[in-house]
Antibody, heavy 116, light 110 residues
Framework: EVQLVESGGGLVQPGGSLRLSCAAS????????MSWVRQAPGKGLEWVAN????????YYVDSVKGRFTISRDNAKNSLYLQMNSLRVEDTALYYC?????????WGQGTLVTVSS | QAGLTQPPSVSKGLRQTATLTCIGN????????AAWLQQHQGHPPKLLFY???NRPSGISERFSASRSGNTASLTITGLQPEDEADYYC???????????FGGGTKLTVL
C-alpha cells in the first residue's frame, strides 16, 4: 500500500523558516517524480514544486522561487521542502504527492501557519 | 503562471448527469492533456483521470473524461450523494515548466 506521511509543519513568524519532510513507503520511491502541493484554508489547490527521480530536474511555482527548495533522499525514501523567508500567504496545508502524469497518491498533509 | 478556468459551482439532481469543464491553452490542456481530481471536504484529493481520459483502477465507470482542443471535460452520470465534492483539473504547462490547477468546481447534488 502506497503511503505518504508528511511532517514538519507548525506556526512560524513571517520571515522564518521551516523544513517539511515526507516519508514514502509501499512503492519504489526512486522511480517517481514527486511534488509538493498546497491548499490555503478554504481555497483551491496550488502546485508548489516537483523533483525528478534522480534530482536532475526541479521546478517551482513563481511565488516560491528563491525561497523554497525541494530535495529528496532516495536511500531514505524521503522528500523534503525547505521553506525560507516565509510569508503570511504561504499559510496552507502542504501535501506530499506522487506525480505520475497527474497526482496519483497524496499524503494527509502538514499544516503551515505563518503569523506574527 | 496563469491557471486553468473552471466554473465555481454546478448543481444537478440525483441520478442526473453533470459535465464539468476546464479551459486552458495550447501550452497546458492542449499540450499533454488534463488530469481530474475529486476532493471531499476534509480529505486529500483523489485522482480520477490523467492525460485526458485514462482512469486509474478503482474509479467508477460513472465517471468519464475527454478533451476537445484546449478544453477538458469531466462527465459524471447517475449522480449520487457521494459525488458531491470539489473537482479540480490540472495540467503541465510547457511554457512555464509548471503544473497549473483550475480554481475548482463545487458540485452539489440536489
Amino acid at each position: 500500500e502506497v503511503q505518504l506521511v508528511e511532517s514538519g509543519g507548525g506556526l512560524v513568524q513571517p520571515g522564518g523558516s521551516l523544513r517539511l519532510s515526507c516519508a514514502a513507503s509501499g512503492f519504489s520511491f526512486s522511480s517517481y517524480w514527486m511534488s509538493w502541493v498546497r491548499q490555503a484554508p478554504g481555497k483551491g489547490l496550488e502546485w508548489v514544486a516537483n523533483i525528478k527521480e534522480d534530482e536532475s530536474a526541479k521546478y517551482y511555482v513563481d511565488s516560491v522561487k528563491g525561497r523554497f527548495t525541494i530535495s529528496r533522499d532516495n536511500a531514505k525514501n524521503s522528500l523534503y521542502l525547505q521553506m525560507n523567508s516565509l510569508r503570511v500567504e504561504d499559510t496552507a496545508l502542504y501535501y506530499c504527492v506522487r506525480s505520475v502524469a497527474g497526482f496519483d497518491y497524496w499524503g494527509q498533509g502538514t499544516l503551515v501557519t505563518v503569523s506574527s | 503562471q496563469a491557471g486553468l478556468t473552471q466554473p465555481p459551482s454546478v448543481s444537478k439532481g440525483l441520478r442526473q448527469t453533470a459535465t464539468l469543464t476546464c479551459i486552458g491553452n495550447n501550452n497546458n490542456v492542449g499540450y499533454e492533456g488534463a488530469a481530474w481530481l475529486q476532493q471531499h471536504q476534509g480529505h486529500p484529493p483523489k485522482l480520477l483521470f490523467y492525460r485526458n481520459y485514462n482512469r486509474p483502477s478503482g474509479i467508477s465507470e460513472r465517471f468519464s473524461a475527454s478533451r476537445s482542443g484546449n478544453t477538458a471535460s469531466l462527465t459524471i452520470t447517475g449522480l449520487q450523494p457521494e459525488d458531491e465534492a470539489d473537482y479540480y483539473c490540472s495540467a503541465w504547462d510547457s511554457s512555464f515548466s509548471a503544473w497549473v490547477f483550475g480554481g475548482g468546481t463545487k458540485l452539489t447534488v440536489l
